[in-house]
Each structure stands twice: as C-alpha cells, then as structure tokens.
C-alpha cells in the first residue's frame, strides 16, 4: 500500500490540503473534477457559494450511487453469463 502523503488543492478558489495514499495525479483530477462542477452548478442556477456545494455534492453522490448501481448490474450479469458458459 502506497503511503500517505499531504497535496494542496484549490476548489472554488480556496486551497485544501488532502492526505492520500493516491497518486497525486489522482487527487489532483479529483479536484479539478469537483472544481469544474462547482463553476457549472453557480454559472447555471446562480446559487451562493455554499448552496451551489451542497448541490454539487447531491448531484456527484447521484451520479457516483447511479454507478455503482450499474456495476453491480454489470457483474450480475456477468456471473450469470459465466455460469452458463461453464454449464455447457
């Protein structure tokens, strides 16, 4: 396991310092992502600051849940596609 170590990002203009044991590519994308997503959510509602955050993160825990969902979807049916192919 990769050992932890601090990275300093800015999000909404503010800087965070994270510590993850994630390469700091990672965490950086990360960032940029939520970043990209925050400008969006207050470019298109108007919202302040902090309102437009916690619809960011209702919209981000959306998608992540939606995805989670899909894949484990995805293995169900690839177990049940392996399962077939090993009763032949």
């Known amino acids: 396991m990769a050992e932890k170590q601090p990275i300093t990002v800015r999000v909404a203009g503010r ?5 993850s044991s994630d ?6 994308r990360v960032a940029e992502h939520v970043d990209r997503r925050l400008n969006e959510m207050e470019a298109a509602t108007g ?5 437009a955050m916690a619809l960011t993160c209702f919209n981000l825990a959306d998608e992540l849940l939606k995805a989670k969902d899909e894949c484990t979807e995805l293995r169900r049916r690839m177990l049940e596609m ?3 192919q090993t009763e032949k």
């Open 15 to 19: 800087s965070y310092t994270l510590v």
């Open 23 to 28: 390469p700091p590519e990672h965490v950086l």
């Open 47 to 51: 919202l302040p600051s902090v309102q």
């Open 82 to 84: 392996q399962e077939r």
